[in-house]
């Protein structure tokens, strides 16, 4: 009893939730863990102030989330990625993920428009992965150890360091425990 107590409280430690709002005029919910930074820190296309070399910044974040708008449920994987040069990309399964055990899933990929950021003059690309039922369950219960995402003529390897792959599961059961919850009741 006392060892899952424990769990429990190291478990609502590490739980992060950034957004757990429900709207009370058409019972929309929305669970979203907060970001998990992927990959390596790459070199941006900026010059650091003082001239003698790149500045460096975080190759990808992801964003694990739950959604329930008029009875439609489903889990999100949205990546926020940035690459040196613009690349073309449609919505279909353009996004794939590799357990550290060996399995590929491809996900549905639904991108955004990419942006370019003159501070980093870098492009930006966002794109967010509807994540069935039962990858749910294999990235609550599996590390991801890289994610793929195929650009027209050009594919992009996100590696992540065993920190990372702990983190962005740790997102996954996060969200899982905050849909559990129940809201409190309002008068």
Known sequence: MLFSGLMQAQSQ?????ALNTLDEFDTTRLIAAAPVVLGYLVPTG???EDLDGNIYAEEAKAIF?????NNIRSFFLTLGVIEHKFHMIDKGY???IKYVDGPI???LNVPDDPEFDR???MWKFMHTCVIPLEVF???KNTRVEKIRIVYDGYKSTIVLSEKQQIALQNAVKCVEEA?????????
Not at 179 to 187: G, Q, W, Y
């Open 137 to 139: 369950h294999m990235m």
């Open 13 to 17: 430690a590490q739980c992060k939730i």
């Open 179 to 187: 849909l559990r919850e129940k809201l409190p009741v309002r008068p």
């Open 119 to 121: 501070d980093l003059i």
């Open 94 to 96: 353009t996004v794939m």
């Open 46 to 48: 900026a010059l650091a």
């Open 65 to 69: 989330s739950y959604a329930d708008e």
């Open 105 to 107: 899933q491809q996900l």
